[in-house]
């Protein structure tokens, strides 16, 4: 038990941390609650889906086909449904919510409501410690590391990384800098869209897909940007981890009460709401009138 926790957890902590890390990006430039991001996410999944089993492609083929398309129909949609009502907060909100679930009804006409399931890249397992590990699960750690490495090194090693901080920081000094504020939210939507297209990626081989994969993941990472600080980068990776195993706890401990999980993580959200607003990482934001 203890080495399926282990593994496990780290597995959907590290899916959780690219969703929440993502989230939290596009939220500290541009403010926008990106509801519609774990939709992303399963369009991901399911495009893979279509490019292995109906046009014959190989994962090497199918997964930076999959991952590039949905971040550049990502941007399509930003520009379309997003920017034109970018001022008003509510309306984005409900914008993106409608954008998901137009996502949903698409998926739905396509392929009905069928549970899914894509081949294994990698068969076979390892050990490693005492611990089991299939080949998969090490590919999926492995890639989620990666990408995340390859994040805090763009955020913090590049003048990209740079701009996106500044405008994060305080749009109206960025702007005077001479940053293209535009820009830089267009390159913050582009990259929080390819780290949930590469989350999609990752469970593509590993879980079934189905047309509501991206209500669950919603409520969590909402529960993990809440307990990190939303916002804060490392709050998000840290919150994931934390949150990834909460859960894995909760399945692995009550086998019988597994279907509590996102209550679990939903009250985690709630407790922290009550006596620390701000988050474990966040900041106080204030009201500008």
């Known amino acids: 038990m203890f080495q399926d926790i282990l593994i496990t957890g780290l597995i959907n902590g590290g899916i959780y941390a690219l969703l929440a890390v993502g ?32 046009a014959g492609l190989s994962f090497f083929y199918a997964i930076p086909i999959a991952v590039t398309g949905v971040t550049l129909f990502s941007l399509v949609a930003f520009k379309l449904v997003i920017e034109p009502i970018r001022e008003h907060e509510s309306a984005v909100l409900i914008a993106t919510i409608a954008l998901a ?36 699960q090490s590919l999926a750690l492995a890639v989620v590391s990666l990408v995340l490495l390859g994040t805090w090194v763009l955020l913090t090693r590049t003048r990209l990384g740079l701009a996106i901080r500044a405008t994060a920081n305080d749009v109206e000094v960025a702007n005077l800098m001479g940053i293209n504020v535009n820009r830089v939210t267009m390159a913050t939507m582009a990259i929080s869209v390819m780290l ?40 998000s990776v840290i919150g994931a981890f934390i949150i990834g195993y909460v859960e894995t706890l909760t399945v692995f401990l009550v086998p019988s009460g597994s279907f509590l999980k996102g209550a679990v993580s939903l009250g985690i959200m709630v407790i922290v709401l009550l006596f620390r607003p701000e988050g474990l990482f966040g900041v106080v934001f204030e ?3």
Do not use: C, D
């Open 196 to 235: 949930a297209a590469i989350a999609g990626a990752v469970v593509a081989p590993l879980y079934v897909m189905e047309p509501l994969m991206w209500l669950r993941p919603l409520v969590i990472i909402l529960s993990i940007v809440v307990l990190g600080g939303l916002g804060s980068i490392k709050g």
């Open 23 to 54: 989230f939290s990006l596009i939220f500290g430039v541009a403010r926008i609650v990106n509801i519609a991001h774990t939709g992303f996410y399963m369009l991901s999944a399911y495009a893979i889906y279509t490019l292995l089993n109906k």
């Open 101 to 136: 679930l137009v996502f949903q009804e698409g998926v739905l006409l396509i392929f009905g409501g069928h549970f899914l399931g894509n081949p294994t890249l990698l068969e076979g397992k390892m050990e490693v410690l005492g611990v089991t590990v299939t080949y998969q």
């Open 287 to 289: 009201e500008e009138r």
